[in-house]
T-cell receptor
Framework: EAQVTQNPRYLITVTGKKLTVTCSQNMNHEYMSWYRQDPGLGLRQIYYSMNVEVTDKGDVPEGYKVSRKEKRNFPLILESPSPNQTSLYFC???????????FGPGTRLTVT | AQSVSQHNHHVILSEAASLELGCNYSYGGTVNLFWYVQYPGQHLQLLLKYFSGDPLVKGIKGFEAEFIKSKFSFNLRKPSVQWSDTAEYFCAVNAGEAGTYKYIFGTGTRLKVLA
């Protein structure tokens, strides 16, 4: 089944404790992206990747890191999480840049 | 900078009523336009998209949208809504400007359809 998977689905952590949210797609898509969804703000793009080893900032990259070492994986790293990063995070992929995106199920992160 | 505006934040309709959700974007060049839907407890899925050609595009579940370039708009419509259309709807733009391929989403419209 073609899909985007994210792990974990739920995470509660404390300020400053490094964490990684994994994202994987099995559709051989070139473009992958991370978003955060906050009430009243919609989805805001954090980072995106056009292909392996090619990443770029979205609108809200501060406090996040990404890497794209393999085509199928695009992990999101929070080196030192803070409470304002409490949010619902979505990973997405598309066959090509500017194409239709397929979204993962979301990761609800709480930073206390 | 690109931006996307969705004018209606909350919409409440009765079943069989007609729906129109507004979406305006700010970029003046070539754009790819999307409407995504998020049903309660689910992740986003594509309703419809516009890349080029016929400005009236049809999507899943009876939804359609019209691209009006002169108005920078891409409004979503459905002639007769159902209770199962209760969801949050997001308009999105990708302009590919200056070699970047950022997606810009609107803030969303929560639709509640009363049975």
């Amino acid at each position: 089944e073609a899909q985007v998977t994210q792990n974990p689905r739920y995470l509660i952590t404390v300020t400053g404790k490094k964490l990684t949210v994994t994202c994987s797609q099995n559709m051989n898509h070139e473009y992958m992206s991370w978003y955060r969804q906050d009430p009243g703000l919609g989805l805001r793009q954090i980072y995106y990747s056009m292909n392996v080893e090619v990443t770029d900032k979205g609108d809200v990259p501060e406090g996040y890191k990404v890497s794209r070492k393999e085509k199928r994986n695009f992990p999101l790293i929070l080196e030192s999480p803070s409470p304002n990063q409490t949010s619902l995070y979505f990973c997405a992929s598309s066959l090509r840049a500017a194409g239709e995106q397929y979204f993962g199920p979301g990761t609800r992160l709480t930073v206390t | 900078a690109q931006s996307v505006s969705q004018h209606n934040h909350h919409v409440i309709l009765s079943e069989a009523a007609s729906l129109e959700l507004g979406c305006n974007y700010s970029y003046g060049g070539t754009v790819n336009l999307f409407w995504y839907v998020q049903y309660p407890g689910q992740h986003l899925q594509l309703l419809l998209k516009y890349f080029s050609g016929d400005p009236l595009v049809k999507g899943i579940k009876g939804f359609e949208a019209e691209f009006i370039k002169s108005k920078f708009s891409f409004n979503l419509r459905k002639p007769s809504v159902q209770w199962s259309d209760t969801a949050e709807y997001f308009c999105a733009v990708n302009a590919g400007e200056a070699g970047t391929y950022k997606y810009i989403f609107g803030t969303g419209t929560r639709l509640k359809v009363l049975a």
